[in-house]
C-alpha cells in the first residue's frame, strides 16, 4: 500500500470511530436516560419526541399509536426496490463506460450505498427531516434526529386522535379501531424509522447518480470525501426545503397568499433527485475537465446487456421510487404506479424514434436512455397527473433529454455517462411540466392545479415550480463546483488521477483488479 494512501485509510477509520463513540454516547435510547417506557410487556422505548404519535394507556404509560400493517408491508417493499436501483445504476453506468474503468465504475456505485447509509443516519436524515425549531431551520433541519435519537421504530409521526377521522380510514375495507389512538398527520400510517429509511435509499441513489459525470478520471479517496460533503451539504439542504418544511415546501415561494397553492409539486423526488444530481454532475465534468482522448478515440458503451439490465433494474425499482413515495395503499399509489410505467414506455419508444431519424439506425442502448429520462421526468409530477398527461410527459423527456445530450457534445462538456442531459434536464421537464399539467382531479381534496386549468391558481402553481427548479439548479451546480474547486486546491495531487492512471485505467490502478481478462479498452 502506498504510503499516502495508508495514511488516507488510516485518518478515515479513526474519524469514524471516534465519530461513532461521540454519538453512540450521546444519542443512544437507553433504559437510563429519561426515556424509559421500555418495560416489559410494553411495546418499544418512549423517546419522548413531541412530533411522534404517542397516546397515554390510562395508566401513565407512553404507549406509540396503531399503524397499518398494509401501508407499513408496503413501505418495507418500497424501501428494498429503491435501495436495489441504485446497483441498477451500478450496472447501467459500467455497461455505458469503457472496460477498462468497468470495476471502479460499479464500486464508487456500491461504496455510496455505505457511506450514505451511515451518513444518513448519524446526521443527514436530521438535516433533511429534523424539526423547525427557528428561521435557521427552514434551511437546513436540527440536528434532534442525529443517530436516530428520537426516532421510533414503532410510533408513527404526527398527533394522536380519532381513528375514523384518518384519512386512510375512508378508504379501509376493514372497520377501524375505535379509539383515539391513530395519528392525524402524514405520514401516520407507518413508523417514523420506516419513513427515514425509505427517505435514506433517496439519498443514497442521488450522490450515486453523480458517478456518470466523473467516471474515469476522479481519485477514489477524492469520491469518498466529496459524496460525503454533497450529500450534507446539498442534498440534505434541499430535501430539507421540498419535502422537510423548508423554504420550498413550507410556503416561503408562496408569490400569492391569496391563491391556494403555496409550495412546488415535487412528489418523489424530480428536484431533489434528479436536478441536484444532473446539475452536480455537469459541474464535476467542468471542474474535472474532459478525459484522455476525448473525441479522438472512441470511447462506446462497452457492453450493452449490461446497459439494458441496469435499465431494467431501474424501470423496476422507480416503481417504489414513486409509488412509494405516497407513503400509503390507495388511489393515489395505484395512479403513480400507472404514469410511471406509461411514461417510461413512451420516453423509450421516442428517443429511439428521434434516434433512427438523426443517425440512421435504431438505438437500443438509446432505447434504455429515453426510459430512464421518462422516468426521471414523470417523478415530480407522478401524484398529480394522469395517463395521457404521462404521455406527453414521455415525449418530452425523450425529444428534450435527447437534444440536451446533443447540444452537450456539441459543447464537449465531457459528462461522460450524460447524467445532466438525463437526469437534470429530465427534472426540469419533468418540474416544469407537473406545475403545468397537474389535475385537481387526481386527488379527491382537489390538491394540484396546473396551468392547463387556465385558472389564476394554475399559472401560480406553474410559476412556484419554475422558481423552486431553477433555485435547485443553482445551487446544487454552484455548491458542487465551489466544493470540487476548494478540493482541488486542497487535496495532496489534486483530485484527478494521473495521466498514466488514467491510460491504463482506473481498474488497475486504483483497485488491482480488472472486470475482464485480456486486452481492455
Known amino acids: 500500500m502506498k504510503k499516502n494512501n495508508f495514511k488516507f485509510a488510516l485518518v478515515v477509520i479513526i474519524a469514524i470511530v471516534i465519530t461513532f463513540t461521540m454519538m453512540s454516547q450521546a444519542f443512544a435510547q437507553q433504559i437510563t436516560d429519561d426515556m424509559d417506557a421500555y418495560v416489559k410487556g410494553e411495546a418499544g422505548i418512549y423517546t419522548g419526541n413531541p412530533n411522534e404519535c404517542w397516546y397515554d394507556d390510562g395508566a401513565g404509560t407512553m404507549l406509540p399509536c396503531r399503524i397499518d400493517t398494509g401501508d407499513t408491508a408496503w413501505l418495507l417493499t418500497a424501501t428494498s426496490m429503491v435501495l436495489f436501483m441504485t446497483p441498477g445504476v451500478a450496472f447501467f453506468y459500467a455497461g455505458l463506460s469503457r472496460s477498462k474503468n468497468t470495476v471502479n465504475t460499479l464500486g464508487m456505485t456500491f461504496i455510496i450505498i455505505g457511506l450514505v447509509s451511515v451518513q444518513w443516519v448519524a446526521w443527514g436524515y436530521s438535516l433533511a427531516f429534523g424539526p423547525i425549531d427557528n428561521d435557521a431551520n427552514l434551511f437546513m433541519g436540527s440536528l434532534d434526529y442525529a443517530g436516530f435519537n428520537q426516532v421510533s421504530h414503532f410510533a408513527p409521526l404526527g398527533s394522536p386522535g380519532p381513528c375514523a377521522d384518518t384519512s386512510s380510514a375512508a378508504y379501509q375495507m376493514n372497520q377501524m379501531v375505535n379509539a383515539d389512538q391513530c395519528s392525524q398527520d402524514w405520514p401516520g400510517t407507518i413508523p417514523h424509522m420506516m419513513f427515514a429509511m425509505f427517505q435514506g435509499t433517496f439519498a443514497i441513489i442521488t450522490p450515486a447518480l453523480i458517478i456518470g459525470g466523473m467516471v474515469g478520471r476522479m481519485k477514489f479517496s477524492v469520491m469518498i470525501i466529496f459524496v460525503l460533503l454533497w450529500a450534507t451539504l446539498v442534498y440534505d439542504p434541499v430535501a430539507h426545503w421540498v419535502w422537510g418544511g423548508g423554504y420550498i415546501g413550507g410556503g416561503s415561494l408562496d408569490l400569492v397568499p391569496e391563491l391556494s397553492p403555496s409550495y412546488a409539486l415535487d412528489f418523489a423526488g424530480g428536484t431533489v433527485v434528479h436536478i441536484t444530481s444532473g446539475f452536480a454532475a455537469l459541474a464535476v465534468a467542468i471542474v474535472l475537465g474532459r478525459r484522455l482522448g476525448y473525441g479522438k478515440v472512441p470511447m462506446e458503451p462497452h457492453n450493452i446487456p449490461m446497459v439494458l439490465l441496469g435499465a431494467s433494474i431501474l424501470w423496476f425499482g422507480w416503481f417504489g421510487f414513486n409509488a412509494g413515495s405516497e407513503v400509503m395503499v390507495d388511489g393515489i399509489a395505484v395512479s403513480a404506479w400507472t404514469v410511471t410505467n406509461i411514461a417510461a414506455g413512451m420516453a423509450s419508444v421516442t428517443w429511439m424514434l428521434v434516434s433512427w431519424a438523426h443517425a440512421g439506425k435504431p438505438s437500443i442502448v438509446g432505447a434504455a436512455t429515453g426510459a430512464v429520462a421518462g422516468l426521471v421526468a414523470i417523478t415530480p409530477a407522478s401524484g398529480w397527473v394522469g395517463p395521457m398527461a404521462a404521455i406527453i410527459i414521455g415525449i418530452a423527456a425523450g425529444m428534450v433529454c435527447y437534444g440536451a445530450v446533443a447540444f452537450k457534445n456539441s459543447r464537449r462538456w465531457d459528462d461522460a455517462l450524460d447524467v445532466w442531459g438525463v437526469h437534470g434536464m429530465g427534472g426540469l421537464t419533468g418540474a416544469f411540466l407537473a406545475g403545468t399539467l397537474a389535475s385537481p382531479h387526481i386527488w379527491d381534496t382537489g390538491d394540484g392545479i396546473g ?31 465551489l466544493l470540487l474547486g476548494t478540493m482541488s486546491k486542497l487535496w495532496p495531487g489534486g483530485i484527478r488521477v494521473d495521466p498514466k492512471e488514467e491510460d491504463i485505467g482506473l481498474d488497475l490502478t486504483l483497485h488491482g483488479e480488472r472486470a475482464y481478462l485480456g486486452k481492455e479498452t
Open 451 to 481: 396551468a392547463w386549468t387556465g385558472t389564476p391558481e394554475g399559472m401560480e402553481q406553474q410559476a412556484i415550480n419554475i422558481l423552486a427548479a431553477a433555485i435547485v439548479a443553482g445551487y446544487a451546480f454552484g455548491v458542487t463546483a
